[in-house]
């Protein structure tokens, strides 16, 4: 998933740190927002590159993945990470936004609080997390597979009954994936399907007994 390689194969869609003490993923996401410019999704995606896919995970379904009941208003963020998943699947290299999209502003009040709680989140994975099983990312599979899950994980939080808040695990998920991605933890990966899958099943658990509820009703 996400390693640049050299030769004339297709260049993965997010790159590895050089083992040379490359700044870490907090640092160049903190560099960018103490840096002087717009703060653009555009300028967000030009500085990531091909580790962009992971990134833009990570920003939307980030809000979902707050533990407060959304009512269906991130339902955009969830249908564009699942579009974006799918260039992903078909195999480009980085990210394409129409252009209205990338002038996005992120540098507002709002934006800038979201990511800086995001950003201290990241910095406490950063801590416990090292490269695990780094063979396994870098490669055309992965990321189709990497793909496909988010598509799932997403998916998943838009069907999620809104101002339930069971939304919230499928897209943390997808967020912890995406991480493990920029991270390159195969662990990380683990806790992130576990997570997700554990909130679609509450989904079908409870939309099951709510069926079965009303069933009685009538």
Do not use: Y
């Not at 490359?22 to 996401?29: G, R």
């Not at 799918?86 to 999209?101: F, K, N, Q």
């Not at 101002?163 to 990966?189: I, K, Q, R, W, Y």
Request: hydrophobic share 50%.
């Amino acid at each position: 998933m996400l390693i640049e390689h050299t030769s004339p194969q297709p260049v993965p869609a997010v790159q590895k740190d050089d083992a040379s003490g490359a700044s870490s993923f907090s640092d160049e996401l903190e560099g960018w927002l103490n840096s002087e410019g717009d703060k653009t999704l555009g300028s967000l995606l030009e500085l990531f590159g091909r580790r962009s896919f992971a990134v833009v995970f990570v920003l939307l379904l980030g809000v979902p993945a707050l533990p407060i009941p959304t009512g269906g208003a991130t339902h955009v963020f969830e249908v564009i990470a699942m579009l974006l998943s799918l260039e992903l699947i078909v195999g480009r290299e980085e990210v394409w936004l129409p252009r209205r999209w990338r002038t996005l502003e992120l540098g507002g009040e709002r934006q800038r609080r979201f990511l800086h709680a995001m950003l201290r989140m990241i910095r406490r994975l950063e801590r416990v997390s090292r490269p695990r099983l780094r063979f396994l990312f870098g490669h055309r599979l992965s990321n189709v597979t990497f793909g496909v899950l988010v598509i799932g994980g997403a998916l998943g939080a838009f069907l999620a009954p809104p101002f339930t808040g069971l939304d919230t695990l499928p897209s943390l998920g997808v967020v912890l994936l995406s991480l493990a991605v920029l991270l390159e933890d195969f662990l990380l990966v683990v806790v992130g399907l576990i997570v997700g899958a554990t909130g679609v099943a509450l989904e079908i658990v409870l939309g099951r007994a709510a069926v079965s509820g009303l069933g009685s009703l009538f």
